[in-house]
Nanobody
Framework: QVQLVESGGGLVQPGGSLRLSCAAS????????VHWYRQAPGKQREFVAR???????NYVDSVKGRFTISRDNAKNTVSLQMNSLKPEDTAVYYC?????YGQGTQVTVSS
């Protein structure tokens, strides 16, 4: 059974940084693409970033140049480094792989 667990969320001031991590059990991340999504209050869940099987990456335009997705095969984790955070980045962030979402981690950007 595939299980994904996100961590690393929290409260940060505008311009600050956070690093989210997604740990997997039941799958090997190196064999598949892994995505990050986010959902802000009252809004639909949206795609944020993806890392492919061959470490190719894609980002939504609003985070390009600020967020970086990466994979640690030894730890079977995928991370999302978020820099220059803005209030509009506030959302619950979800990891996704093999059609499974994690439980999410809250990111709040506020002064």
């Amino acid at each position: 059974q595939v299980q994904l667990v996100e961590s690393g969320g929290g409260l940060v001031q505008p311009g600050g940084s956070l690093r989210l991590s997604c740990a997997a059990s039941g799958i090997v991340f190196s064999t598949t693409s892994v995505h990050w999504y986010r959902q802000a209050p009252g809004k639909q869940r949206e795609f944020v970033a993806r890392i492919g099987k061959y470490n190719d990456t894609n980002y939504v335009d609003s985070v390009k140049g600020r967020f970086t997705i990466s994979r640690d095969n030894a730890k079977n984790t995928v991370s999302l480094q978020m820099n220059s955070l803005k209030p509009e980045d506030t959302a619950v962030y979800y990891c996704w792989a093999f059609s499974v979402y994690g439980q999410g981690t809250q990111v709040t950007v506020s002064s």
